[in-house]
T-cell receptor, first 116, second 114 residues
Framework: DAGVIQSPRHEVTEMGQEVTLRCKPI?????LFWYRQTMMRGLELLIY????????DSGMPEDRFSAKMPNASFSTLKIQPSEPRDSAVYFC??????????????FGPGTRLTVL | AQSVAQPEDQVNVAEGNPLTVKCTYS??????LFWYVQYPNRGLQFLLK??????LVKGSYGFEAEFNKSQTSFHLKKPSALVSDSALYFC????????????FGSGTKLNVKP
């Protein structure tokens, strides 16, 4: 199994530009999570999907952030327009949801975003 | 609501000494607790979990965690630390209403010095 795949691994952009981060969850997993990690705020849950449907987006900072999951094997997190304070590492994670309480989340390697 | 707290931002220990990384939890029902490790420039990796049963849980890389219901704690331990254990450690608790959702602590940076 390839694990959770994220692309790009690094992204450097200028303020005001649109940024799209991509995630491919583990095959067969039915829930997907987007997290943001910064030194100041630690690990924050932005949004999560169950069976491709957004369940809770209360962690999305503002309207500049949007996320989609058009199918079970792909999700995007978009920032438009980007701002320097969006600089962070963005993680995608997935979980099977079929193993009950013994299941655990699996994290991708992250995308390090720098907004200049 | 469920939550976990990691009271120490950083823990320093000498190689070969035992280590403890602390975690306390707040859960309205039975807690389902996890530990994850994050190495530099990597995503979080699962270490171990407590669902039910024995209070001492054994996990990867020689780590174990002790569940203590009376103290609402789930401390991570290792009898003999290695320099390679230096990393960021996260405690997490499962949401009781949406089992797929986890609440993570703020993380504790473990430094193991040779």
């Amino acid at each position: 199994d390839a694990g959770v795949i994220q692309s790009p691994r690094h992204e450097v952009t200028e303020m005001g530009q649109e940024v799209t981060l991509r995630c491919k969850p583990i095959s067969g997993h039915n829930s997907l999570f987007w997290y943001r990690q910064t030194m100041m705020r630690g690990l924050e849950l932005l949004i999560y999907f169950n069976n491709n449907v957004p369940i809770d987006d209360s962690g999305m900072p503002e309207d500049r952030f949007s996320a989609k999951m058009p199918n079970a094997s792909f999700s995007t997190l978009k920032i438009q327009p980007s701002e320097p304070r969006d600089s962070a590492v963005y993680f995608c994670a997935s979980i099977s949801g079929l193993a009950g309480l013994t299941d655990t989340q699996y994290f991708g390697p992250g995308t390090r975003l720098t907004v200049l | 609501a469920q939550s976990v707290a990691q009271p120490e931002d950083q823990v320093n220990v000498a190689e070969g000494n035992p280590l403890t990384v602390k975690c306390t939890y707040s859960v309205s029902g039975n807690p389902y607790l996890f530990w994850y490790v994050q190495y530099p420039n990597r995503g979080l990796q699962f270490l171990l979990k407590y669902i039910t049963g024995d209070n001492l849980v054994k996990g990867s890389y020689g780590f174990e965690a002790e569940f203590n219901k009376s103290q609402t704690s789930f401390h991570l331990k290792k009898p003999s630390a290695l320099v390679s254990d230096s990393a960021l450690y996260f405690c997490a608790v499962r949401d009781l209403y949406n089992f797929n959702k986890f609440y993570f602590g703020s993380g504790t940076k473990l430094n193991v010095k040779p």
